[in-house]
């Protein structure tokens, strides 16, 4: 008979009954992986068998890999359980298994035997293959998207740029033209004209301003590095922060679709640092260093905290996760309150596109 820690009798038969009930496959081996017996499942329900073994009908040490009893014996000689997974084919399907092997220890804590819990996780495997794939399926389509709406964008901004903003150009030397030839004496005249120029070179640089959002046309003529340094005069110009910037190469290559996604994720970034973060200095990095590709963000301002990392509302931080997973990159995000944040994102050094 054994006791509790409350000193409640268990009688070993009532432990035997619960070992033959048991829907798990269970067999018990002694310290050296000899066989002694296994419960009820076992026998009734034999397990298939790795192509090494022969199938299973009654348990006996030979219908174990010798790798199982391998590992048998480290956990009775270790005293700690082990957990793997095996497949195995039978009839053209695949079957999973989970295994565990449990040191069982006596009264004095010595291990008298160890037993081999075998489950099957084949519909458990099954739906996590399929969950992977659907998540395969959707960042597939998240890409599309992406690569459809960049053509769009770029299209849009061109005819913005180029059509909208030639328009404007020559609505301005228009203007001109009429200025220069009023009366001087004509000063009403002359300052709605003056008004006028002004008014269209503001309105000529919310154009280029739109256009650069929807696409920066420097990042297809002159590259992401000189995009990424327009990037950031602009918001250093429209803000009071103060940004460093650092690129090595200054040539770096990434190829259109990862130089684009790239420099959208860094946007958002300091999107966010602008409205959100309070910050009066941000460090930003960009260094290839011909394995790898590592973009840091920095800032001093309030930081952000964990409840706002994980946060499943942040269209922002969604959006530059979805950008990380093309890019097949690593994403960390941390802060502290009061000391700032920092994004750091690594990921391979891609090949040259055609």
């Not at 199938?55 to 480290?74: F, G, N, V, W």
């Not at 328009?167 to 220069?180: F, I, Q, S, Y």
């Not at 640089?205 to 990424?228: M, T, Y």
């Not at 996604?261 to 290839?288: M, P």
Request: hydrophobic share 35%; net charge negative; glycine share 6%.
């Amino acid at each position: 008979m054994r006791q509790t820690d409350d000193n409640a009798p268990i009688t070993d038969g009532l432990l035997c009954a619960l070992f033959e009930q048991m829907e798990d496959h269970i067999a018990l081996y002694d310290p050296s992986g000899r066989y002694l017996g296994c419960n009820a499942t076992s026998r009734n329900e034999p397990l298939a068998s790795p192509s090494e073994a022969p199938p299973l009908t009654e348990r006996c040490p030979a219908h174990d890999s010798a790798a199982t009893l391998e590992i048998i014996r480290e956990v009775a000689a270790s005293g700690e359980p082990r957990t793997w997974d095996e497949d195995i084919f039978q009839q053209d399907q695949r079957l999973w298994y989970r295994v565990q092997a449990q040191p069982i220890s006596d009264d004095k804590g010595r291990i008298e035997a160890v037993a081999k819990i075998t489950r099957n996780i084949t519909e458990l495997k099954q739906a996590e293959t399929e969950v992977q794939e659907s998540r395969r399926q959707l960042r597939a389509l998240s890409a599309h998207l992406d690569s459809v709406r960049d053509s769009e964008s770029m299209r849009i901004s061109r005819q913005i740029h180029d059509e909208l903003g030639q328009a404007l150009t020559c609505l301005k030397m228009d203007v001109a033209w009429l200025r220069k030839r009023l009366d001087q004496s004509q000063t009403q005249l002359l300052d709605k004209a003056v008004e006028m120029e002004t008014f269209t070179d503001r309105t000529i640089e919310i154009v280029q301003r739109i256009a650069s959002e929807l696409r920066p046309i420097i990042l297809d003529d002159l590259g992401l590095a000189d995009a990424i340094e327009w990037l950031v005069a602009d918001l250093e110009a429209r803000t009071e922060i103060e940004f460093h910037t650092v690129i090595e190469p200054e040539d770096i290559e990434l190829g259109n679709q990862k130089a684009y996604a790239l420099y959208r994720i860094l946007q958002e970034a300091l999107t966010n640092v602008v409205r959100h973060s309070g910050a009066t200095l941000v460090n930003v990095s960009l260094i290839d260093d011909g394995e790898t590709v590592t973009l840091e963000v920095r800032d001093n301002g309030r930081g952000i905290g964990e409840e706002q990392i994980f946060q499943t509302d942040s269209i922002g931080l969604f959006q530059i996760r979805e950008r990380a997973e093309f890019l097949e990159g690593r994403l960390e995000i941390s802060g502290e309150v009061g000391r700032g944040t920092t994004i750091i994102l690594n990921f391979p050094t891609p090949c040259s596109e055609a």
